[in-house]
Nanobody
Framework: EQLVESGGGMVQAGGSLRLSCTVS????????MGWFRQSPEKDREFVAG????????TYADSVKGRVTISADNAKSTVYLEMNDLKREDTAVYSC??????????????????WGQGTQVTVSS
């Protein structure tokens, strides 16, 4: 499976961005998708996760209320809508595929496929 992210860029604090992650070569309909981010100051951390049906979504506490994850199964694309962005949201955002639906979505080692990432920079 190949994952390609897009939609990153530079935005002022308080602004919004929508990231996209398109998956090609999907082989498992039961996979879960996740968004992670990594900045120079922190290890890669979980942001949000979803099933392709959209019935199962989960968020990191740091973004809850500001971020919405959604999935378009027909387009094999997962979105991350981010609002009220803060400087601490600056990071490279990557999407990932988790084949086992029951494994912990917060644990990055449970994800088998990763995209290259897209840079999000929030300026004050």
């Amino acid at each position: 499976e190949q994952l390609v992210e897009s939609g990153g860029g530079m935005v002022q604090a308080g602004g919004s961005l929508r990231l996209s992650c398109t998956v090609s070569g999907r082989s498992f309909d039961s996979t879960r998708m996740g968004w992670f981010r990594q900045s120079p100051e922190k290890d890669r951390e979980f942001v949000a996760g979803t099933s392709w049906s959209g019935l199962f979504t989960t968020y990191a506490d740091s973004v809850k209320g500001r971020v919405t994850i959604s999935a378009d199964n027909a387009k094999s694309t997962v979105y991350l809508e981010m609002n009220d962005l803060k400087r601490e949201d600056t990071a490279v955002y990557s999407c990932a595929v988790k084949i086992t639906s029951t494994s912990d979505p917060y644990y990055l080692n449970n994800y088998e496929y990763w995209g290259q990432g897209t840079q999000v920079t929030v300026s004050s």
